[in-house]
């Protein structure tokens, strides 16, 4: 599959771990890219590669792969990690960049 | 590193449309730049990126027929033009820049630019 397939929304409990996936065969060779996006504002990277954070982004975001499906996994989650959030990941010609459909995540 | 995008717009179906996205804080020929776009209430999707030290671009499938992305390297300043408009271009076009060495990450994102395709 040339896709990335999430999950439309997710929610978690204030303080509780939340992990928001994303699956496609290409996660197989490519790592996926997460990113951030509130309303009205552009995204924001929050993991690359293995499991890098960039400057700014708080320990509490981490990600991993296992096969397939990428996974970005929050730990005690704050009411402001509550956004979309946007997998990618190279397309099985490695030139071109595709998106997952986004999650949309609520703490409660 | 700041990306500022031109401002927004509305264009007739059928038209062409350009939005600019100027690099500030980053010698542009050091990165790639993509352009992403939202549709409204809609998830994010990638269109194209510009290397501007030689100009190789490189499209999406769906748009390449009809997209163009080029850059003025004396002004930091990158262009795309979507051309034959359709309502469903409707959206916000981002720019993005990406480092030669992760090419598909996208590390600063520009503001934004509504597009609205209206008759």
């Known amino acids: 599959s040339s896709e990335l397939t999430q999950d439309p929304a997710v929610s978690v409990a204030l303080g509780q771990t939340v992990r928001i996936t994303c699956q496609g065969d290409?996660?197989?060779?490519?790592?996926a890219t997460w990113y951030q996006q509130k309303p009205g504002q552009a995204p924001l990277l929050v993991i690359s590669g293995q499991n890098n954070r960039p400057s700014g982004i708080p320990d509490r975001f981490s990600g991993s792969t296992s096969g397939n499906t990428a996974s970005l996994t929050i730990t005690g989650a704050q009411a402001a990690d509550e956004a979309d959030y946007y997998c990618?990941?190279?397309?099985?010609?490695?030139?071109?960049?595709?998106f997952g459909g986004g999650t949309a995540l609520t703490v409660l | 590193v700041q990306l500022i995008q031109s401002g927004p717009e509305v264009k007739k179906p059928g038209a062409a449309m350009m939005v600019s996205c100027k690099v500030s804080g980053h010698i542009i020929n050091d990165n790639y730049i993509h352009w992403v776009r939202q549709a409204p209430g809609k998830g994010l999707e990638w269109m194209g990126l510009l290397d501007p030290e030689d100009g190789e671009t490189m499209y999406a499938e769906i748009f390449e027929d009809r997209l163009i992305i080029n850059a003025d390297t004396s002004t930091g300043t990158v262009f795309m033009e979507l051309s034959s408009l359709k309502s469903e271009d409707t959206a916000v076009y981002f720019c993005?820049?990406?480092?030669?060495?992760?090419?598909?990450?996208?590390?600063?994102w520009g503001q934004g630019t509504l597009v609205t395709v209206s008759p």
């Open positions: 990618t990941s190279r397309d099985s010609s490695g030139n071109s960049v595709m």
């Open positions: 290409n996660l197989r060779t490519y790592y």
């Open positions: 993005a820049l990406s480092t030669v060495a992760t090419r598909h990450i996208f590390d600063v």
